[in-house]
């Protein structure tokens, strides 16, 4: 199962290139930058991080990027992700950056997303890995922020598929940003939003997300099953999930193994990804594995949250089919 999984052709829908910093990587930029980290060794970063909940995983999250200051930082941790997702057969992937994040410590959007695009540029060359970024707002954040940084963005439209919302989602609902959300809509931009698990309100929230914003897809949204209409309301609108396991564990203590086979019995289109794989110590591959070894998925169950990620990404219908065909040829040799 381990080797099957390991070669299996995958799409990854939601991984936040800001959590794919590697503490390696974070001593390498802070050296390049000048910047003294609390840290001295690989093994002290991991040691912190002691987080429990979302907002004490976000206090560690947000301090570690201050080491990103340049083209060359983005493009690096963008590469170096790239790098890692192809060696476990990735081959498209939509990831999420947090420009606010940035701009805030004095970081000009064009460095972020240029460094980015060039990155992903060539991991489509070097790697045969294709990409289209999303762009996310910081729920805890104020609505001007985010409409300033659509116009900001404006100019590098070509360079996104989609935008999203994230972050501290308490008393932060999705509706706080619906002008803007709108607005993207309207420059044809896909739209996605973060219900994480758990989180005050949520089942307003997910129904915001649905009757309000309209969105064209969910992040997480585990707690759908603990209602009968936002269940149907799913499968009507045929909506995936893009559901992180590993994750889910570091946060509210829960693999969420059964809920991700309870959508699939569903019928629902859930999907597995990795979240913020440098902070919960695994991507795609070892997110699957754990749902193999720990949850008992079988092979077909694991076929098929790989199956609907290809069907629910945002990639073009050509590249789509082109895909669907590599899994399934894949498939069929074992």
Not at 64 to 83: G, I, P, S
Not at 161 to 171: P, Q, T
């Amino acid at each position: 199962m381990r080797s099957f999984l390991e070669q299996l052709p995958k799409a990854e829908l939601h991984v936040h290139l800001e959590g794919t910093l590697e503490p390696e990587l974070l001593f390498e930029l802070a050296q390049r930058n000048n910047i003294e980290l609390p840290y001295h060794t690989v093994e002290d970063v991991l040691a912190a991080y002691d987080f429990h909940d979302l907002p004490s995983f976000l206090a560690i999250y947000y301090r570690a990027m201050d080491v990103l200051r340049t083209e060359a930082d983005f493009y690096n941790l963008a590469h170096q992700y790239f790098e890692r997702a192809a060696k476990q057969n990735v081959i498209y992937c939509e990831p999420f950056f947090d420009p606010q994040a940035h701009t805030i410590r004095g970081v000009e959007f064009d460095t972020v997303i240029n460094g980015i695009s060039k990155a992903q540029e060539d991991a489509r060359k070097h790697l045969g890995l294709d990409s289209n970024l999303i762009m996310c707002f910081l729920r805890d954040h104020s609505a001007e922020s985010a409409a300033k940084h659509l116009k900001i963005a404006q100019p590098h439209f070509d360079k996104l598929i989609g935008i999203g919302l994230d972050s501290d989602e308490k008393d932060n609902p999705p509706t706080k940003f619906s002008d803007t959300f709108y607005a993207a809509r309207d420059a044809g931009l896909k739209l996605t939003m973060h219900c994480d698990v758990n989180q005050k309100d949520i089942h307003g929230h997910i129904r915001e997300c649905l009757d309000v914003i309209q969105v064209d897809r969910i992040d997480h949204g585990i707690n759908i099953l603990e209602r009968e209409d936002l269940i149907e309301d799913i499968k009507a609108r045929n909506l995936g999930l893009t559901i992180c396991p590993l994750s889910n564990e570091f946060v509210v203590q829960n693999l969420t193994g059964d809920e991700i086979r309870r959508f699939l019995d569903l019928g629902i289109k859930a999907t597995v990804n990795s979240d913020d794989p440098a902070y919960f110590r695994g991507y795609m591959n070892e997110n699957l594995i754990a749902l193999a070894e720990r949850a008992a998925f079988s092979r077909e169950e694991l076929v098929q949250v790989t199956r609907n990620a290809f069907e629910i990404s945002w990639a073009d219908e050509q590249s789509k089919t082109r895909y669907l065909n590599r899994l399934d040829d894949y498939v069929a040799e074992l």
